[in-house]
């Protein structure tokens, strides 16, 4: 089983619509979720940053954490054309031993939303 | 400031040949990372640097060296390369691991093609 997986998708939705874009992971280890957004042929961006569980929200977009199931989502209400791109979760642990604390990604779910 | 900044922004080689990859960033981050995307894998890292004179390997660092000699630059060589190395390289850079403060910047990418 691999740290993280995340449904590549591709996922298309008609504009206006809720999305939900989920990841789980299996190291109980992981503290921080994130969220990147990343359009065609640019880096990634940051989009949403959570600390252990709950809810974050910023505008059109909310965050969950749900580390019981291990199990992390994003959602986009009132989608927008704007919103199409490549969205990839990353997770870190606490103090990660000083060493290589690096994130650990997902592989990214592809979203289109049409006009 | 202009964040994390990657030259060149594509490349074309041919087999055997050598080249690197320049990072550079601005916001006097420790950290600093070196990936590789490719369809279907996700982000991958290839090495990465905890600060100035130090590199470390990441996931997939075989083929690749590195070096930080100055704290806001990060040098990734091929020194033979390969077509299983054309990928899609981004930098990133970070304050440092755990504690909230391991969100990663990302520079707009290299795309290189080794024939």
């Known amino acids: 089983q691999k740290e993280v997986e995340q449904d590549p998708g591709p996922l298309s939705v008609p504009e206006g619509a809720i999305v939900s874009l989920n990841c789980t992971y299996s190291?109980?280890?992981?503290?921080?979720f994130m969220w990147y957004r990343q359009y065609s042929r640019k880096g990634p961006e940051l989009l949403m940053y959570t600390y252990s569980s709950g809810n974050k929200e910023d505008g059109r977009f909310t965050a969950q954490v749900d580390k019981s199931s291990k199990y992390i989502s994003l959602f986009i209400r009132d989608s927008q054309p704007s919103d199409s791109a490549t969205y990839l979760c990353?997770?870190?642990?606490?103090?990660?031993?000083?060493?290589?604390?690096?994130?650990?990604f997902g592989k990214g779910t592809k979203l289109s939303v049409k006009p | 400031n202009a964040g994390v900044t990657q030259t060149p922004k594509f490349r074309v080689l041919k087999t055997g040949q050598s080249m690197t990859l320049l990072c550079a960033q601005d916001?006097?981050?420790?950290?600093m990372y070196w990936y590789r995307q490719d369809p279907g894998m996700g982000l991958r890292l290839i090495h990465y640097s905890v600060g100035e004179g130090t590199t470390a390997k990441g996931e997939v660092p075989d083929g690749y060296n590195v070096s930080r000699l100055k704290k806001q630059n990060f040098l990734l060589g091929l020194e033979s390369a390969a077509p299983s190395q054309t990928s899609v390289y981004f930098c990133?850079?970070?304050?440092?691991?755990?504690?909230?403060?391991?969100?990663?910047?990302f520079g707009p990418g290299t795309r290189l093609t080794v024939l």
């Open positions: 190291n109980s280890a992981f503290q921080y």
């Open positions: 990353a997770m870190s642990a606490t103090n990660y031993g000083g060493s290589q604390g690096n994130l650990i």
């Open positions: 916001m006097n981050h420790e950290y």
């Open positions: 990133a850079s970070s304050y440092r691991v755990g504690q909230g403060k391991d969100t990663q910047y």
